[in-house]
């Protein structure tokens, strides 16, 4: 298994910058790719940026050239800068983790971390 515990997030005002961070214990050797998802207020869970082992990386339209995903393999950490908030942009942020069993594939997920942004 997989344990995931986001942190970084809080109240920022509109032009601001935050970084979040993901760190993964438990079975990390069997993560093959990672994510980034975000819950609007009100809106179902959507995906903001994944990055494979390999370190190819695919972000949402909406957050392209705003959000920098990263992710420190030795540390166990996924990262996610972002730049420029936008009121648009608040949410709970959720970490994923795509872990390779024998069993087959299964989704390991953070509790999340609240991100506000005012105008």
């Known amino acids: 298994q997989v344990q995931l515990v986001e942190s970084g997030g809080g109240l920022v005002q509109a032009g601001g910058s935050l970084r979040l961070s993901c760190a993964a214990s438990?079975?990390?050797?069997?993560?093959?790719?990672m994510s980034w998802y975000r819950q609007p207020p009100g809106k179902q869970r959507e995906p903001v940026a994944t990055?494979?082992?390999?370190?190819?990386?695919v972000y949402a339209d909406s957050v392209k050239g705003r959000f920098t995903i990263s992710r420190d393999i030795a540390e166990n950490t996924l990262y996610l800068q972002i730049h420029n908030l936008q009121p648009e942009d608040t949410a709970v942020y959720y970490c994923?983790?795509?872990?390779?069993?024998?069993?087959?594939?299964?989704?390991?997920w953070g509790q999340g971390t609240q991100v506000t942004v005012s105008s």
């Open positions: 994923h983790a795509r872990v390779q069993s024998t069993r087959g594939l299964f989704s390991s």
């Open positions: 438990g079975s990390t050797h069997a993560i093959n790719l």
């Open positions: 990055i494979t082992n390999s370190g190819g990386i």
